[in-house]
């Protein structure tokens, strides 16, 4: 891999600082300057490592830049972008870290300049804390991390940028940018709601004589944990991915609808399907576990070079919901090669092997243990 020699991050909060404390924790890390509006958060982002200089200035921060990430607000992704486009040299890599995807990387492609590569993110990890103070360097540690490549994405910034959140511990996943969008409305943005409504439903119930919010036991308070989020941010996001939020609002009004009129008609088999449904699902959620490189999978796919073939490839791997491990582009002409995927489970690798087939591609599949082995 081409490794960069300089990372910009703008916007350096609790995610952009949590960034550059990964990166400057790799072996021989790139310079990563710090871009904000505030001088004391550049100072504090110093003071705590996650940056080795900062500015104010985006056209200084960015034009000497490999990669961009722009941890700023959903809102004013796109202008932010469209503010530093004149300044990024070619080859530069423009990334997001926003939890919206379509409207963001669609109005992005439409100005960047030729030779500047944006490929858009959303990082499944966070804090109710805010700020440079708040960031971790393990916060993206065996998190996922969605990455939206189109049909314009290039083959080599997406393989760079991949490369890059696999060595700072990140399970990364690529799926398309209107999946993106439906599927976190459902399982991150839904689920916000549905806090703040709990929270502001046992309040309507409390008054100074009888205060509910005192009896509030464990169930409550895990259930509400993220309705402490910052409220500002969730403007943006709920204005930003408004159709497939309503979506699954209409869709749990018509679930919460089911289970009162299972209680209603006081149906105990019926409620108690219902429970065990959701105990079984609960239960099997993916867990962290232990490599084995004895089922790692190499999978070898002959490409022709041309933007969209890995946006194709990833999105089908990432639609079954497969986090690949490593992606390697080998070109044998300048028009033809081969994109090699490593993945760290056997059956993984079998079902993404079967899903690029049905695409018509030709996928040698073998294993990277026996492999390296010999």
Known sequence: MKHFKQVSIIGVGLMGGSLGLAIKNL?????????????ETIEEAKKIGAIDEGTISLEDGVKDADLVFVSTPVGVIVETVKKISPFLKE???????????SSISHNIEKFLPPGVHFIGGH????????????????????AYYILTPTSKTDMTAFKRLHSLLKFIGANVIAIEPKKHDELVAAISHLP?????????LARKHTNEKENLLLLAAGGFRDMTRIAAGNPS????????????????????????????????????RGLEDKLEEARVVRNNLPS?????????????????????????????????????EDIEIVHLTERFGFVKLIIADSQAAER????????????????????DER
């Not at 072996?27 to 001088?39: A, E, F, H, M």
């Not at 080859?91 to 995807?101: E, P």
């Open 192 to 200: 916000h709601l549905l806090s703040a409504a709990l929270v502001n």
């Open 352 to 371: 993404a092997r079967t899903a690029l087939m049905s695409k018509g591609y030709d996928v040698e599949l073998k294993s990277v243990y026996e492999r």
């Open 123 to 142: 990082p499944m990890t966070g804090s109710e804390k805010e700020g440079v103070a708040a960031a971790k360097v393990s916060l993206f540690k065996n």
């Open 91 to 101: 080859g530069c890599i423009v990334s997001d870290v926003g939890s919206t995807k």
């Open 288 to 324: 962290i576990l232990h490599k084995d490189i004895s089922q790692f999978r190499e999978l070898s796919i002959p490409v022709e070079d041309k933007p969209g073939v890995i946006s194709d490839i990833a999105v089908t791997v990432g639609n079954i919901g497969i986090n690949v």
């Open 233 to 268: 941010m969730w403007l943006d996001i709920c204005f930003e991915n408004s159709d497939a939020i309503l979506k699954e609002i209409n869709e749990f009004q018509n679930e919460i609808e089911e289970l009162g009129r299972i209680i209603a008609k006081k149906d105990a």
């Open 27 to 39: 072996p021989k890390p790139p310079k990563i300057v710090g871009i904000s509006r505030r001088r």
